[in-house]
């Protein structure tokens, strides 16, 4: 197979497994969530290619791994691929920072408050930076007071904004 139409079939691969969503956030894909990490087509011998997939849970532990496991395993067989592995990686660890522009921005929409600020992975050395308030993802009040460090999944906080008095999830920095 030319090295161009392999790009091409894997680009497509990687399209497909960005298109499967976080079962916990489901407005979010594995691909805004940063989670998806690799997609690769390899010859097995069979007459379409079988698909490695390589992901990153956002902790260890998460228990939507083995759901997203079968989501991606369900939108390759779908697709025509019947042979899917699919890798789950530890390190590096996933943070926060893998998140992209366009999920921060689904989660707001969503009503939960994204991360603000870097993980440590990505923090430089120098001054110490402090925590700033959680914006309100309903009416952007930065008057917000944590509730509980563990929400509905162990990735978010719960708050509440002393404004408009609506309780809501904080996607935390890791």
């Known amino acids: 197979m030319p090295e161009m139409d392999t790009k091409t079939a894997e ?6 497994a ?6 916990e956030i489901p407005v979010l894909t594995v691909a805004d ?30 228990p939507a791994m083995d759901a997203i496991r079968d989501d991606l395993t369900t939108a ?12 789950l990686v530890l390190s590096p660890a996933w943070t926060t ?13 969503y009503g939960i408050a994204p991360p603000s600020g870097h993980s440590a992975a990505v923090r430089h050395a120098g001054p110490v930076r402090l ?6 993802p309903q009416c952007s009040s930065l008057n917000t007071k944590e ?14 904004c002393q404004d408009c008095k609506e309780p809501f999830d904080y996607f935390k920095v890791l």
């Open 131 to 136: 925590s700033l308030a959680v914006k309100c």
């Open 18 to 23: 960005a298109t499967v969503c976080d079962p």
């Open 33 to 62: 969530l940063g989670i998806l990490r690799n997609v690769q087509l390899f010859d097995d011998g069979g007459q379409v290619p079988a698909v490695q997939v390589t992901i990153t849970p956002t902790y260890s532990g998460c």
């Open 147 to 160: 509730l509980t460090r563990f929400g509905s999944t162990s990735c978010k906080a719960l708050y509440v």
């Open 97 to 109: 920072d893998w998140m992209t522009e366009s999920g921060k921005a689904k989660l707001q929409e």
């Open 76 to 87: 390759f067989h779908n697709a025509g691929y019947p042979h899917v592995r699919v890798e």
């Open 11 to 16: 680009q497509k691969a990687w399209d497909i």
